[in-house]
């Protein structure tokens, strides 16, 4: 370490360097004196005791590597907070809502469930905004009962509406629409005033019983308690009403909207697309692009998934080139959807050549396309080729193609290199694709065979029906009334399947059974 004193020239008698009688030679050679007395002062005062040789430190005998992401750090947290339990540290209520705060927004569920295990009953039963934070997690991971259990024995529950609107979406995601309705009107006679985020869940249960009736119910309390003018609301309401088949009341709503954003133009457009009313849908498109409200790649994709016409789509194609959007994939996947919906396969082969990048929906696309054509085999070839992984939708597409153009032996190939090469279980679509096969080209009892010992779980509709319209096709009565037998429990309000066992007795001359079939119809008031 250097170190400079201020040494001047007169404490040390130097004469200065104009002095007429000092030369050039005695002035360095003085010089050379004062440095030699310098470097001895700075020799004495230097410690006599040398500092030894820096080491690093060994903090921890087992030092664990930094948390390399949110879900490593957040499990390091959870495993240092059940070690304090362990060691009966108390820990309060703020930690544990932090904690479970933070599982739900990294949709950590199994972390929260960890954290639940370390909450003292009588900490959860006393603190309502623990026991809020604890609703909303089991809630949004489908935990729907133990949602309820905790909402049973919350204390203050009717101080606000947060732990309602928790269950009440939960029940709405998991499809428990009628639950969820009944709950908002248990929380209106409770005297629990709803807020903003109260209503689009409730309007979203209503959409999906697609009762416009308890919308419009819903619609006059959205009134009553003020939120007429709230956007977050309205764009709820427009979805509801496009959902549950008023495009007319929806567009009423939509007008009323003072502040559009983006949410807003992409309901009233979809509610026009799904109802197939085009000119509406173009007004809406061009208005929002007027008003600067272009919609994302995701928003494009599922416009142009929802198209019922390609006249529609090619406006929307058109749009697209303008941007120069169109090699987007998302965007770049749904425009090969929508060509190849509508026929038009050689557009859809020329997009999906020209992609400069595929995923595997792009993949899954284009062999979906060719579903009737030998060309989606040589496509699923070509994607092994380039090493792209297939998934159980690819898997879905190749089989159903295989049944379409009765190519078993394909078809059997096909799925045993889904499980066998690509590890991927079978899930129901598979079956009814594999009895689908076997049933078209005749082999009903192979059909027959997957479903009552082949599959590792009971066969659905799908399965069921599958092979019932193979017993249709072929005449086999047989197996055809056990399929209808199924098909009758598991979708008692169908009257196609009735008309399918009917066809079938029909075919084999078996009248009196048909016009059994005819009664059984009546009687559930199917017929029509």
């Known amino acids: 370490m250097d170190i400079t004193l201020p040494i001047s020239l007169s404490s040390c008698n130097l004469p200065s360097p104009q002095h007429p009688n000092v030369t050039t030679n005695s002035l360095k050679q003085r010089k050379r004196k004062q440095n030699q007395k310098r470097k001895h002062f700075l020799h004495n005062t230097q410690p006599k005791v040398p500092f030894p040789k820096s080491s690093p430190t060994p903090l921890l005998t087992n030092p664990k590597p930094h948390p390399r992401s949110k879900l490593d750090a957040l499990n390091a947290v959870v495993d240092e907070l059940e070690s304090s339990v362990e060691k009966g540290i108390q820990l309060d209520a703020q930690i544990f809502s932090s904690i479970l705060e933070t599982c739900f927004r990294l949709r950590a569920f199994d972390h929260g469930f960890r954290i639940r295990r370390l909450i003292p009953e009588k900490l959860l039963r006393k603190n309502a905004g623990l026991s809020s934070k604890l609703l909303k997690l089991y809630a949004s991971s489908g935990q729907i009962e133990d949602a309820h259990h905790v909402f049973d024995k919350m204390p203050e529950r009717n101080a606000s509406a947060f732990p309602w609107n928790s269950l009440i979406s939960g029940y709405a995601e998991m499809g428990q629409y009628e639950d969820a309705l009944a709950l908002y009107f248990q929380m209106e006679e409770e005297g629990v005033d709803p807020d903003q985020f109260t209503y689009p869940r409730v309007l979203k249960a209503c959409s999906g019983i697609g009762s416009i009736r308890v919308g419009e119910e819903v619609h006059r309390q959205i009134v009553r308690h003020g939120f007429w003018a709230n956007g977050f609301v309205l764009n709820a309401l427009v979805d509801m009403y496009s959902k549950c088949g008023d495009i007319v009341k929806a567009r009423r709503v939509f007008d009323n909207i003072g502040m559009r954003d983006l949410v807003s133009w992409n309901s009233m457009l979809t509610g026009y697309i ?25 928003g494009i994709s599922t416009i142009l998934a929802s198209l019922p016409s390609v006249k529609f789509g090619a406006q929307v194609h058109g749009w697209i080139l303008r941007r120069g959007i169109e090699w987007d994939l998302s965007i770049a996947n749904a425009l ?36 009737k054509d030998p060309k989606a085999l040589i496509y699923f070839s070509r994607m092994e080729t380039v090493g792209a992984l297939p998934d159980n939708i690819t898997f879905v597409s190749l089989l159903s193609a295989c049944g379409n153009m009765g190519l078993v032996k394909d078809g059997e190939r096909l799925f045993s290199l889904m499980r066998e090469r690509y590890g991927i279980s079978p899930v129901m679509e598979h079956y009814g694709c594999m009895v689908n096969l076997y049933g078209r080209a005749g082999f009903i009892n192979e059909a027959y065979e997957i479903v009552v010992n082949g599959m590792e779980f009971e066969a659905g509709p799908t399965v069921w029906g599958a092979l019932l319209y193979a017993c249709y096709v072929h005449g086999n009565v047989d197996i055809g009334e056990v399929a209808a037998q199924n098909l009758f429990e598991l979708e008692p309000d169908n009257e196609h399947n009735f008309e399918l066992l009917m066809g079938i007795y029909r075919n084999a001359g078996r009248l009196e059974d048909v016009e059994r079939v005819r009664i059984m119809m009546v009687e559930r008031g199917l017929d029509s």
Do not use: Q, T
């Open 274 to 298: 799904h109802h197939g009313v085009l000119e509406g849908a173009l007004e809406i498109f061009r208005l929002m692009i007027r008003d600067g409200y272009e919609p994302d790649s995701v």
């Open 336 to 371: 090969i959807v929508l060509y190849s919906n509508h026929g038009n396969l050689d557009k859809a082969r020329w997009l999906f050549e020209k992609m400069p990048k595929m995923d595997v929906v792009s993949w899954n696309s284009i062999i979906s396309a060719h579903s």
